[in-house]
């Protein structure tokens, strides 16, 4: 039976939902994988996890700029050496349970991952374990560029290009997509979820979700949108933001805190107002959901963006008053909308699950 190990870091939610996703796509549907999903945090030092997950929430809310200047550096240093090493002296334990358990494939969906087995296939000669790196991101970073990927899957066809660009070897890409749950795929009765939820289904329905914890102006596009549309509100782990917003008590406006069911509001929704994490992006694409971003992250966020943007099926909004008025476009223009979803139709992937198993199988036959 052959060994898989399914890798993420637990420094914002996408990593760990779509390494997940596929956790449970391929206990169900390769059963004669040995499949575990490991934090690659839980093996490194407590300082350094605290970092990692503490650290990132509090630059992305607190100090954007600081974290953009962060971005520019490491993509300007890239995968460099002494990172690489300084990554795989931090992940000993993790080295530890390589050595141990020998497994035959590490799927990673992160980029430290990959920077340490990069180090641990080099300095034990070793082609084993075989490395895949899921790009969680509708951009390319540099830290996800290592000499022991031996496959690369992205989220489209740009992000291959950006790949080849810089020297990999076609045959080493996928463009398969990020993992999703598969529910995002399955089509839904919008009359039945809307009615579970007791959500109007013939309204023109705005999808807010806000992240895990809850960055930008909510309050505001809520109060701006209210009796214009209805409005789902996803609030995450921000239970302050759930109180607020519930107080309201505003017309056609639902809000929610931390849920496990985002697939069925997104098939009682039109569009989706969201910051532009990888994860969220494919979950929407899934849904063929036209999106409009707005606080997004600077570096990776607004990098998806622009990809976004440039294929026609996403919107960036800066401001309370550009974000009405792009959503009310939506809304009062058929034609726009149409052409919206009709680029989403071109841009997504499908079959994200089947064919990574389907690569899997090859990987370890």
């Known amino acids: 039976m052959s060994k898989v190990f399914i890798v993420y870091a637990s420094a914002g939610a996408g990593h760990q939902k779509a390494a997940e996703a596929l956790f449970d796509y391929l206990k169900r549907e390769s059963p004669s994988l040995e499949i575990r999903l490991l934090d690659i945090l839980d093996y490194s030092h407590p300082l350094v996890k605290r970092l990692y997950s503490d650290g990132y929430i509090f630059l992305i809310s607190k100090l954007p700029w600081v974290w953009y200047f962060f971005y520019r550096l490491s993509s300007y240093l890239g995968n460099h050496p002494v990172i690489s090493l300084g ?3 931090n992940s000993k334990a993790f080295c ?6 020998n497994p035959d494939v590490v799927i990673s969906t992160h980029f430290l991952t990959s ?12 082609p084993k374990p ?15 560029i290592g000499e022991g990927v031996d496959l690369y899957i992205t989220s489209c066809a740009y992000v291959k290009e950006q790949l080849e660009k810089r020297g990999i ?13 598969d529910t995002f795929y399955v089509p839904a009765q919008r009359n039945e979820i809307a009615q579970k939820h007791k959500i109007a289904p013939k309204e023109f329905t705005v999808l807010v ?11 505001h596009i809520v109060k701006a949108l209210a009796g214009k549309a209805q409005v789902l509100v996803v609030c995450g782990r ?9 107080l309201m008590r505003l017309p056609l406006v639902k809000v929610f805190p931390l849920i496990n069911y985002v697939d069925e509001l997104m098939s009682v929704s039109d569009v989706v107002l969201t910051k532009a994490g990888g994860l969220t992006i494919t979950e929407s694409l899934a849904k063929s959901l036209p999106m409009v971003f707005f606080s997004s992250i600077p570096g990776l966020e607004t990098a998806n963006e622009r990809t976004l943007k440039r294929c026609g099926a996403g919107f960036r909004a800066c401001g309370v008053p550009e974000i009405v008025s792009t959503v009310l476009s939506l809304k009062n223009d058929p034609g726009l909308y149409t052409t919206a979803k009709e680029n989403i139709e071109r841009f997504r992937s499908q079959s994200t699950l089947k064919a990574i198993a389907d690569e899997l199988r090859r990987f370890t036959r």
Do not use: Q
């Open 169 to 181: 070897e076609s045959e080493r890409i996928k463009a398969y997509g990020i993992p999703a749950k």
């Open 87 to 89: 990554n795989y002296r």
């Open 238 to 246: 921000n239970k302050r933001l759930f109180e607020r917003v519930s």
């Open 130 to 144: 075989r490395l895949v790196a899921i790009i969680t991101d509708y951009t390319l970073h540099p830290f996800w």
């Open 115 to 126: 920077s340490i087995i990069s180090v641990f296939k080099r300095r034990a000669l070793s």
């Open 209 to 219: 979700i806000t992240g895990a914890i809850g960055i930008g102006p909510i309050e």
């Open 96 to 101: 530890g349970l390589l050595r141990k358990e």
